[in-house]
């Protein structure tokens, strides 16, 4: 009887652990498939700007792989944190502070991104990057509130 009881918790405790394992394996995955995702939109984004540019064949290349930097450091930021109603005053403030310094880093980004973008693009280009950019993300963001 004894014996029985230790077997069954034995195998209750495999089951937890296997089944932790599993779901932290899945979550890991998610992560490294939203980073492919990730990576493939950045890619896409860099190209079709490249090419609304027009481009040569050596240009784009640095261009995609700039941009394609420049967003991995953007992401590295993180999202900023969602609006609650029911925040306290002080939660509010830190809230707002916390919106400006990451736009600050952003801008901060920003620039540090236009000075490389500077060394093969002239700053008509530099400007239309911005612009389709900015078309882009309210593209993705009508998507998103399509889903």
């Known amino acids: 009887m004894k014996t029985a009881i230790r077997l069954i918790l034995i195998l209750l405790m495999v089951t937890i652990s296997a089944t932790s394992i599993e779901a ?3 979550r890991q995955g998610n992560d490294t498939n939203r980073q492919q995702r990730r990576e493939q939109l950045a890619q896409s984004q860099a190209n079709y700007i490249a090419q609304e540019l027009k481009l040569d064949e050596a240009n784009t290349a640095k261009f995609v792989t700039t941009y394609c930097a420049y967003l991995r450091e953007v992401w590295q930021l993180g ?3 969602p609006h609650r109603d029911n925040m306290t005053e002080a939660e509010a403030q830190q809230a707002i502070s916390e919106r400006f310094d990451r736009n600050q ?3 901060d980004l920003r620039r540090k991104y236009q000075a490389e973008y500077s060394t093969f693009l002239t700053p008509q280009q530099i400007l239309r990057v911005y612009e389709l950019e900015d078309q882009l993300m309210q593209q993705l963001r009508q998507q998103r509130h399509k889903r």
Request: proline share 0%; glycine share 22%.
């Open 79 to 81: 999202r900023g944190k």
């Open 24 to 26: 932290r394996g899945r």
């Open 105 to 107: 880093r952003i801008l």
